[in-house]
């Protein structure tokens, strides 16, 4: 798709960074899995290039600060 004389490639050409794992920390509000909050999350689907492109700025932001190791899943055996 050309617009302006660049060449943008299709949203769908951006690969979701979910994982699998959706489960949102109460604290922090993010996905454990994927680390975007749920606007994130529920805008990804009609989301241009440029969206996308933003909110995976802002996960490897939350990831450089350690968001994503302070927030581990809880093991099997501490849900009773």
Not at 28 to 48: H, Y
Request: charge should be neutral.
């Amino acid at each position: 798709v050309q617009v302006g004389g660049e060449v943008e490639e299709p949203a769908e050409a951006v690969a979701s960074p979910c994982i699998g794992v959706c489960k949102l920390d109460q604290k922090s509000g993010l996905c454990l899995g994927c680390l975007r909050d749920v606007r994130e999350i529920g805008a990804w689907k009609n989301a241009d290039t440029h969206l996308r492109r933003a909110i995976l700025d802002r996960i490897a932001a939350r990831r450089a600060a350690g968001l994503g190791a302070a927030s581990p899943l809880p093991a099997a055996s501490d849900q009773a």
